[in-house]
């Protein structure tokens, strides 16, 4: 098994390319279902975010408000440390069910490549408990993704600026990635460059296979 980091800045058009990749039938594992899946009603993660953040994180439905939170960790008042706050929280929780989500893939055939669709993996990789073969980040202009974001998502431009102020730069992402695909390309052509990638990471897992096990891909302790 080779295993693949997908990142890119926020509204780059990440999400497309992991629904290209589900649907060519590649295995993903999605970080953004795994972060709302630790803050669910009654899980450890809203009780320890209650706890550090206060009662008035939980909504009327029991939920995580995440408007709430939003504003207390990307706003212009939000505390300096508390998106580390957040995260110190909600990250370990999310690599365990990661691990959880990879062992399943690869009991049920992964075709010998999982990808982890991680949106901060530029901030993290350090600290993940995983290692990556190839990193792929979807890139667009930041003026492209704040129109996106005030258009899909009924922010403002204030808003979307702030989200992307507090994520890596893309100079960042680009360090640790040895792919860029660029999203504003025509979505034909995008689509075209992910197939040849996942072709050619698909006969890489193939060679390992035949390679046996003394060649076979460890990951990080």
Do not use: N
């Not at 990749?21 to 809203?46: N, Q, T």
């Not at 939920?63 to 508390?82: C, I, K, N, Q, S």
């Not at 998106?83 to 989500?101: K, M, S, V």
């Amino acid at each position: 098994m080779i295993r693949i980091g997908l990142t890119g800045g926020i509204a780059a058009g990440k999400s497309t390319v992991a629904g290209h990749l589900r649907e060519s039938g590649v295995a993903v594992v999605d970080y953004d279902e795994l972060a709302r899946r630790v803050v669910e009603p009654g899980g450890e993660g809203l009780r320890r975010i209650a706890a550090e953040f206060g009662p008035g994180c939980i909504g009327a439905d029991g939920r995580l408000d995440r408007a709430w939170m939003a504003e207390r960790v990307f706003g212009p008042d939000a505390a300096p440390d508390a998106r580390e706050r957040l995260d110190a929280i909600e990250h370990p929780l999310i690599y365990a069910e990661a691990a959880r989500a990879e062992r399943g893939l690869v009991a049920v055939g992964c075709g010998g490549v999982v990808v982890h669709d991680v949106p901060l993996l530029a901030e993290v990789l350090g600290d993940m408990p995983f290692a990556f073969d190839h990193i792929v980040t979807v890139e667009a202009p930041e003026r492209t993704r704040v129109e996106r974001m005030m258009a899909t998502r009924g922010m403002t431009r204030g808003q979307a600026e702030g989200r992307i102020r507090h994520q890596s730069t893309r100079a960042e992402r680009e360090a640790v990635a040895d792919a860029v695909v660029d999203s504003t390309r025509p979505m034909e052509q995008m689509f075209e460059s992910i197939d040849t990638l996942v072709a050619r990471w698909r006969g890489e897992a193939e060679r390992a296979r035949q390679a046996g096990p003394a060649a076979a891909w460890r990951p990080r302790a």
